[in-house]
């Protein structure tokens, strides 16, 4: 008696279309995989988009608004932020964590903070970050005197050269450098190292 052969549906694999969706409807921009594990001495170099809707960062409103929120959540969340700069449409920032798996925690501590702030100047309810936190681990002097630099210069990437601001970014944590600001001082030693580096012109190389 010849066996007959029936087609299952197929599940699991690569297939187009699947896997889990970003959260702001779009194309995702942070990979959803496991993120590295690194130690506490390793500073991180987060980026935190926004939703569009929540208004223009820079503006003056809202800038006070993301530094009080710096300032009211020092040395909570676990987390220090060492330097920052606010752009248009997201954040840089520069971190320390004791317990670097309480990263993601303290990031999304600090988001809710933010998130409040900014939909009470926008009068508006709902999210305000798009999909992930970008996360780069920084493990080498070089590379964290480079990764200061570009977040304290990042307005020359977004901004025309005739209105840029001349000399420090006002909307950056070097204008806080050696005063009581929304900042932590550094911790670590490779961060001590470039805590508040002067600012040459900025050289060109990849946008994290």
Known sequence: MKQMVMKLPSHGGKRKGAGRKPKNGGKAGVSHAARPQFKARHPVHVTMRLLSGVGYLRGYS??????????EAKMR???????????????HLIVECDDPSALSRAVQGLAIRLARA??????RVGKVFADRFHAHVMKALG????????????????LREDVAPEGVDPCSSAAWCGDDGPICSPMTWLLRQVACPPSPP????AVY
């Open 77 to 91: 969340f676990g987390m220090r932020v060492v330097h920052y700069s606010i752009q248009g449409t997201h954040l």
């Open 202 to 205: 900025l050289a060109a190389h």
């Open 143 to 158: 590379e964290v005197a480079h990764a200061v630099r570009y977040v304290l210069e990042n307005v020359r990437h977004h």
């Open 62 to 71: 809202r800038r006070r608004a993301i530094e009080d929120a710096l300032r």
């Open 118 to 123: 900014l939909n009470r100047i926008a009068g």
